[in-house]
Structures are given as C-alpha cells and as structure tokens.
Nanobody, 118 residues
Framework: QVQLVESGGGMVQPGGSLRLSCKAPRLIFSTFTSYVIGWYRQTPGKQRELVASIPYGGNPDYVDSVKGRFTISRDNSRKTVYLQMSSLKPEDTAVYYC?????????WGQGTQVTVSS
C-alpha cells in the first residue's frame, strides 16, 4: 500500500485560488519517483474523476475542464505533488484526492474538501 496524504483544501470565492498538497511520508525517494501520481475529485452521487496527473520527468496531463486553470507539479525531494488551482469555479467544488495511477487496489485517503462559493 502506498500512503498518500492530502491537504490544502478550503472555501474560496469564484475566481480564487488554492494549492493542494499530496505527501507520501512513508515512501523512499526512489519508490516515489517510480509512480505516476494523479489528483482526482469526487462530488456526491458522481464517480471519482481524474483531473490531473504527472509522471516523474514527464509531461503532466489534465482533463479538459481544468486545462489552463490547474497546474500539477511534483517536488520529488519532498515526496510531494501539488495542484495549483486558479480561476476556480463553483463546479470545481468537490473532495479532492491523490493516488497513484492506476490506483488498482491502493487505498484512498480522506481527501481534502474544496468549496467554491460566493
């Protein structure tokens, strides 16, 4: 099991920004760099959606709805993946999770709530 811990959520107004963090406290560096890490989000009654992913040393990828607004990055020395979210919209409201890709049988963390509302 790969343990990942999300943080950084909160409530912001439309147009605002947040930065989420995903830390892998128990992984050694070489193991962390071997994983593609993704940020997912889920709203009640809907399936979990992959919104951004980043391999080690490769190009990030985004779902169309967040392109140009979200930026995923990783600091391998800190074993952390970030999701910088800008120009937030009410439809971005969700619980955000990070996990390896593919998640397979890996457990999901508690996630971090992002609420975009005026």
């Amino acid at each position: 099991q790969v343990q990942l811990v999300e943080s950084g959520g909160g409530m912001v107004q439309p147009g605002g920004s947040l930065r989420l963090s995903c830390k892998a406290p128990r992984l050694i560096f070489s193991t962390f760099t071997s994983y593609v890490i993704g940020w997912y989000r889920q709203t009640p009654g809907k399936q979990r959606e992959l919104v951004a992913s980043i391999p080690y040393g490769g190009n990030p990828d985004y779902v169309d709805s967040v392109k140009g607004r979200f930026t995923i990055s990783r600091d391998n020395s800190r074993k952390t993946v970030y999701l910088q979210m800008s120009s937030l919209k009410p439809e971005d409201t969700a619980v955000y999770y990070c996990n390896i890709i593919p998640p397979g049988t890996n457990s999901w963390g508690q996630g971090t709530q992002v609420t975009v509302s005026s």
